[in-house]
Structure formats: structure tokens, C-alpha cells
């Protein structure tokens, strides 16, 4: 896999489907939040073992139930976890972008895949197999400690969600996640960075794209956000965290 080691940066092909090689790309290890920091030793036992992966748009990374015999690393492209229920429906969960890394539950207690994790644009992703990423863990206490806050963070993150989806109105979750997914800027402008498609919104809040889009637009129309290419502008917060908050008759 490796071509050329030089420090943290090392070349490696993706296989394609008839397992030759599809393309070269340049991988940074160090640029990982995960792994800034650790001793380059340990970074060139990654490259010497990490796989390369592509993905198309739709494609299926992992499926729950599934054996997690690798710790997931994006390297380019957006991918989006997501649940299915007893019904069969999607329910959205969270969106990983390039740096970030997944599948360390199954890594950490051997159990099968608790999510599906699906591309949302055309994704390059790295396996590293399951017995270098205990050893990792259990050899550099720092990744250890990112590891304990992201699983923090990840049991607050769903805490949220659940509480999202248990608004009974439809508006009013869409509202909700926009609200939660809403951050502000250095320069004090409220935002929300690669929106997420209606589509993908309407997985995440359990609504049709439909009313997802009619949601979206009562809220242009009053001027509380604003589309600007990729990401939303949230004009008024404060009137959007009041539609949270309304007790509206308006029906799903």
C-alpha cells in the first residue's frame, strides 16, 4: 500500500472493484485531529497497515449489525450515520466530514455495528483493522483521552436528537435541528456550514422532503434565515428558538 514514507505523509492507492489500482492520493496522517501529536513511529505503523477505500455517492460505508473489524478514518467527502427502525425507516443521526474518524464502538467492545454509515458526495475513507486500533488505544494515552470526549460528546449529541425527534410537530423539529446545527461565526454571524440537503434533514427529523421544504421556506419568506450557496444564515436566532418554542396547530 505504502509507496513512498516520508514522515507522516506517505502515497497509497485505492483499489477499484477488479482490484487494481483506481487512483494515488497523498495521505496526511498527522492532519487527523485524532492522531496530531503522537510519535511518528506510530504514525508509520498506521501507514504500513491503513487501507484505502472509495465510496460513490448513496454507498453504503457500514451497516448496522455488521462485523467492526475496522476503526474508519474520511479522508475526503461527507458521509452521514443513520438508523433504520423496526419499521424500516432512516433516521439521520450525524454527518462525519473529511478528518474525521468512526466505528470505534465496535472497536472498543467487539459488538456488531450499531449504524449505517452512508456517502453523501463521492468519499475517500482508510481501514485500519480493529487489533492496531486497540493497540493504538491502549499505547497512546492521548488518543485514548480524544477517544473518552468524542464518546462524551457523541452520548450528549444523541440526547439532542432524541429530544428533536420527540417534538410532535413536524415544523417544529425542522426548526429545532436548524437551531441545534446553528453555530456562530468569528465574526459573530450565525450560521450553518454545508447545510445539509432537505433530504438529509428530513431523514434526520423523521418528515417528509416536503415539509422540510415548506418549513424552510416560512422561515425565508419572514427573513429569519438566508441561503447563500452551501451554508444557511440565520438572520433572527432568536426568532428561530421562539418557533421552537410555539405551540403551533400546524399538522405534519
Not at 484505502?52 to 474520511?74: T, Y
Amino acid at each position: 500500500m505504502t509507496r513512498a514514507g516520508v514522515q507522516t505523509a506517505y502515497e497509497a492507492e485505492i483499489p477499484g472493484d477488479d482490484g487494481r489500482p483506481q487512483k494515488v492520493v497523498t495521505v496526511q496522517l498527522n492532519k487527523f485531529p485524532l492522531l496530531e501529536g503522537i510519535d511518528e513511529t506510530a504514525l508509520k505503523n498506521i501507514a504500513g497497515v491503513l487501507q484505502l477505500r472509495s465510496a460513490s455517492k448513496g454507498q453504503p460505508i457500514l451497516h448496522k449489525g455488521g462485523v467492526g473489524d475496522n476503526l474508519l478514518f474520511l479522508l475526503s467527502g461527507r458521509l452521514q450515520a443513520v438508523d433504520i427502525t423496526e419499521d424500516g425507516r432512516e433516521i439521520g443521526l450525524a454527518f462525519l466530514q473529511a478528518g474525521d474518524y468512526f466505528g470505534e464502538l465496535s472497536v472498543i467492545d467487539g459488538l456488531p455495528r450499531s449504524a449505517t454509515v452512508v456517502a453523501c458526495e463521492p468519499s475517500i475513507y482508510g481501514l485500519l483493522p480493529r487489533a492496531h486500533a486497540l493497540q493504538l488505544m491502549h499505547n497512546q494515552p492521548l488518543i485514548a483521552e480524544r477517544m473518552f470526549k468524542r464518546l462524551a460528546s457523541g452520548i450528549r449529541r444523541a440526547s439532542g436528537f432524541r429530544t428533536i425527534l420527540g417534538i410532535p410537530n413536524a415544523y417544529q423539529r425542522v426548526y429545532a435541528l436548524l437551531d441545534y446545527l446553528a453555530k456562530t461565526s468569528p465574526g459573530g454571524l450565525v450560521v450553518i456550514d454545508r447545510l445539509p440537503t432537505q433530504q438529509e434533514i428530513s431523514i434526520m427529523v423523521n418528515t417528509s422532503r416536503e415539509t422540510v421544504s415548506r418549513a424552510m421556506q416560512v422561515l425565508i419568506q419572514r427573513g429569519v434565515v438566508e441561503k447563500d450557496l452551501k451554508r444557511l444564515i440565520v438572520r433572527k436566532p432568536e426568532t428561530l428558538r421562539q418557533e421552537v418554542n410555539a405551540i403551533r396547530s400546524i399538522s405534519d
